[in-house]
């Protein structure tokens, strides 16, 4: 069975530009995560999707960053007006409810120039 | 504040010794636990996860982890390394709040001398 993908795999971009992450997570899941692993360090919770409730945004670094989960499934992260401080891999999770395993994508390598 | 700490930042071991790797979480009321594994390379893994019942927990790949309420701890544990078993190991938990957040603690990564 198909896991979490996420794509692209790598994205360079330069600094002030806009970019999209994408996470498909797994079918049927209702729980969708995204963290952000800098360089040698844990993760960082950016954002939680759970059904059709709000999400947890507590977790975004600065108004530059935002995202979306249309029909309940995919996800889009986006970050606006990059810095090089945004560099990191960006992961995906998904899980089938609340206090479940979370399944991890393979991350998406951001680098700001 | 909740959080999950991980003492360990780095941990060396020969092969075939046993392992710890130790985690707590700030005081509260037992929460959810798993621990998972980021080999190089490769992504995140569930190694095992405690929710409630027998507070010694089997996992994949030979390890276990026990939970003990009275120190707020969830370490994991293997009785003899393999040198595949060099990755970094994430202590994660869900505190039974209204949004049941998962928080990841910082991690620690594991060398295995041949």
């Known amino acids: 069975g198909a896991g979490v993908s996420q794509s692209p795999s790598n994205k360079v971009t330069e600094k002030g530009k806009d970019v999209e992450l994408r996470c498909d997570p797994i079918?049927?899941?209702?729980?969708l995560y995204w963290y952000r692993q800098s360089l040698g360090q844990g993760l960082e919770f950016l954002i939680y999707?759970?059904?059709?409730?709000?999400?947890?945004k507590s977790g975004l670094p600065s108004d530059r960053f935002s995202a979306e989960r249309t029909g309940g499934s995919v996800s889009t992260l986006t970050i606006q007006r990059t810095q090089q401080e945004d560099s990191a891999v960006y992961l995906c999770?998904?899980?089938?409810?609340?206090?479940?395993?979370?399944?991890f994508g393979p991350g998406t390598r951001l680098t700001v120039l | 504040a909740q959080s999950v700490t991980q003492p360990d930042i780095h941990i060396t071991v020969s092969e075939g010794a046993s392992l710890e790797l130790r985690c707590n979480y700030s005081?509260?009321?037992?929460?959810?636990l798993f621990w998972y594994v980021q080999s190089p390379g490769q992504g995140l893994q569930l190694l095992l996860k405690?929710?409630?019942?027998?507070?010694l927990v089997q996992g994949i790949k030979g390890f276990e982890a026990e939970f003990k309420r009275s120190q707020s701890s969830f370490n994991l544990r293997k009785p003899s390394v393999h040198w595949s078993d060099a990755a970094e190991y994430f202590c994660?938990?869900?505190?039974?709040?209204?949004?049941?957040?998962?928080?990841f603690g910082p991690g620690t990564s594991l060398s295995v001398i041949p």
């Open positions: 999770a998904s899980s089938q409810g609340r206090r479940q395993e979370q399944f």
């Open positions: 079918s049927g899941h209702t729980a």
């Open positions: 999707f759970q059904g059709n409730s709000a999400p947890d």
């Open positions: 005081y509260g009321a037992t929460p959810y």
């Open positions: 405690y929710f409630s019942g027998d507070t």
């Open positions: 994660a938990v869900i505190f039974k709040t209204s949004y049941d957040k998962v928080i």
